[in-house]
């Protein structure tokens, strides 16, 4: 990680700028062969320090970890929903509402980017919650893989969605002005 300006030490500068302070290029400029050799491990070098930075800046796409946080907060969110609304069609609605807010608080936490955990954590989250609410419709009527589609299909866009407007949220609070 870099360091600040303020925080670096004459060694880690020194460091730094050590290998445009080398000799070896201008002291062996007759001989054509090493210099293309030199060049040559100089562009390698430059391309997976490039390629190393731009992985480190990236990250990790999918987190485990995170995943699991937010399948817990995001089933907490669902489960609180249904159970506070009573009305039958009403409490779905209210389980996404749930699933909203809690990709919503994750998102407004975490520091990096939480879209994809959100929406797969919503997209198990509510499959599941409909699934075994309707276990009588899904087993007897054949209609478990449709509504488990269904329900995946809502959570995950709640999740998604949440998680967007509290890294937004958490970006315009955090941003400079």
Not at 30 to 42: C, G, I, M, R
């Amino acid at each position: 990680m870099p360091q600040r300006s303020d925080q670096r030490s004459g060694d880690s500068v020194a460091d730094d700028y050590a290998d445009l302070l080398d000799d070896d290029v201008a002291d062996s400029g007759s001989d054509a062969e090493s210099v293309s050799s030199e060049s040559a491990t100089s562009q390698s070098a430059d391309s997976s320090s490039f390629l190393q930075g731009l992985q480190s800046r990236a990250g990790s796409p999918f987190s485990p970890r995170l995943f699991l946080y937010a399948v817990l907060l995001l089933g907490g969110g669902m489960f609180a929903g249904n159970a506070f609304v009573p009305l039958p069609v009403l409490d779905s609605l209210a389980g996404l509402v749930g699933v909203f807010a809690g990709a919503f608080v994750l998102g407004l936490a975490v520091e990096r980017s939480t879209v994809v955990e959100s929406a797969a954590a919503g997209a198990v989250a509510a499959g599941l919650t409909v699934l075994l609410t309707n276990l009588t419709l899904s087993i007897a009527g054949g209609l478990g893989v449709p509504l488990a589609a269904f329900g995946a299909g809502t959570g995950l866009l709640a999740g998604a969605l949440g998680a967007y407007f509290g890294g937004d949220l958490r970006n315009g609070l955090t941003a400079d002005i």
